[in-house]
Nanobody, 130 residues
Framework: QVQLVESGGGSVQAEGTLRLSCAVS????????MGWFRQAPGKEREGIAG???????TYRDSVKGRFIISKDNAKNLLYLQMTSLEPEDTAIYYC????????????????????????WGQGTQVTVFS
């Protein structure tokens, strides 16, 4: 099993910045994908950034140029640096991880496709006010 715990959410004014962290623990030897998702009130959960084991990184168009996903393998941490935040970014943000050992599932939303992860954190609230 893999455990994921997010932190770093909060309330910020529009154009502000936040950095989310995700602590990863457990049996991570088979993990070959990690990503960030978000779910706004009344909307489906959507992927926003993905980090693949071969080094490929993908972003949803709406966050390109504003959000950066990164990892610190030594500390088992995944980050999401968010800048130029907009009220539309208000959501619960989730860290996710996946292993391809049992096959790969893909989820697509709004033209952005990413892995349908097996492991999820509990989420952290991000609120952007104007």
């Amino acid at each position: 099993q893999v455990q994921l715990v997010e932190s770093g959410g909060g309330s910020v004014q529009a154009e502000g910045t936040l950095r989310l962290s995700c602590a990863v623990s457990g049996d991570t030897s088979s993990i070959d994908y990690m990503g960030w998702f978000r779910q706004a009130p009344g909307k489906e959960r959507e992927g926003i950034a993905g980090f693949y084991s071969k080094g490929d990184i993908t972003y949803r168009d709406s966050v390109k140029g504003r959000f950066i996903i990164s990892k610190d393998n030594a500390k088992n941490l995944l980050y999401l640096q968010m800048t130029s935040l907009e009220p539309e970014d208000t959501a619960i943000y989730y860290c996710a991880a996946d292993s391809s050992d049992d096959g790969i599932k893909t989820r697509c939303s709004g033209g952005y496709c990413t892995r349908d992860a097996k492991y999820w954190g509990q989420g952290t609230q991000v609120t952007v006010f104007s």
